[in-house]
């Protein structure tokens, strides 16, 4: 039996009634800023006012600054119900949120005030959540969920590599941002491998009592996961290694073969199901594509980056953003017309950013459509869901699709 959640009687902003709503909320907006300002720090259209490479600023502000507060979103919401403890709200909360925007402001204009004042801004955030994680998690035994305690703490670890090397402490090339990215895909493998099958196995016994439901959770299962975790470690470690690049087959193809025991082809009538499939789906592709890449280079090295992080990432992560945002706040559980357009807007984002290399001279068109794809679809997300994450839960009567 899962605790059952316990809840305090808030007054205040709804905003800040739960974890997701600030997170989610901001999260979009970051991404959506950060991937039109990376395009113009890395043209030179504008000088850049971070001490930070653009294209360093670029991967670390996607993996630690938007990733960290997806996370943070996600898991302020999952704890109380893993644990049945009180979740966090009110002024605490609004102080996490501060401290998580001072490292993206700290960062951003390190180049100003110092490399070393903008680490310590910056660690604060991840170094803190990890904590609070950790407390909630091991004060509600809630023992399954421990490993999550680990992914925070990689995730801090990767955020201060990418300091260190920064500051000339040490010289990782850049492994701090391949952990980072490595440990979100892992948390997508991980997590997703939960929630995926679960909501599709509920919504198809709404649907048909006797359908085929998604297999359960076994050996087939463990060595996959198994498989991802050596694939993502040696990545990290030695990213051009023929080993790398096997243990990457084997681990895509082991994703895929168990995302296709999950019954995805039955869930198309449900884009809010679909692109569940689709997210994890793309891990499984990025993996495959990373290792062939290595073994015969035909394409440049960013296109598997890409497959895994626009695919990946940015595809779970708004899946999990919209369903969440949804479900906690009232509204049918279930994509409308325009939730649906952010799952159609993030998919050509990652098929335009994989095709560029190959369009030739049109590279740098493909690439501005692949970055206005990207930003339409969490500009979407703020746009549509600014409502429901800063106002109060509605009831039935108000639970309209988006």
Known sequence: MAPIPRYRAYVGPAALSAGFRPFFLLAALWAFFVVPASVVFLTGAAPSPSAFAPNVWHVHEIAFGYGGAVVAGFLFTAIPNWTGRLPLQGLP????????????????????????????????????????????????????????????????????????????????????????????????????????????????????????????????????????????????????????????????????????????????????????????????LGLLLLGVNILVPLLPQTTALHALTIGAIGTMTLAVMTRASLGHTGRALTAGPRTTAIYVMITLATLLRLLAPLLGAFYVAGLSLAAVAWCGAFGSFVLFYFRPLTLPRVGAEGARRI
Request: net charge positive; with cysteine.
């Open 93 to 284: 909360l609004a102080a996490l949120v501060a401290i998580w925007f001072s490292g993206r402001l700290a960062i951003l204009f390190s180049g100003l005030i110092g490399a070393g004042v903008a680490a310590v801004v910056d660690l604060a955030f991840p170094a803190l959540f990890t904590i609070i994680v950790a407390r909630e998690i091991v004060t509600g035994r809630n023992w399954r969920n421990l490993p999550i305690v680990g992914a925070l703490t990689l995730l801090l670890c990767g955020n201060a590599l990418t300091h260190l090397e920064m500051l000339g402490v040490t010289s990782v090339d850049l492994a701090g941002g391949r952990l980072g990215v490595a440990t979100l895909l892992m948390l997508i493998g991980l997590i997703g491998g939960r929630i995926v099958p679960s909501f599709t196995r509920n919504w198809l016994v709404k649907q048909d009592p006797a359908a085929a439901a998604p297999a359960s959770f076994g050996l087939i299962d463990r060595m996959a996961l198994a498989a991802m975790v050596l694939a993502f470690s040696a990545w990290t470690i030695a990213p051009q290694a023929r080993v790398t690049a096997w243990l990457a087959l084997a681990a895509g193809m082991a994703l895929g073969g168990r995302l296709s025991r999950w019954q995805g082809a039955q869930s198309v009538k449900e884009p809010l199901l679909w692109v569940l499939h689709l997210g994890y789906g793309w891990l499984s």
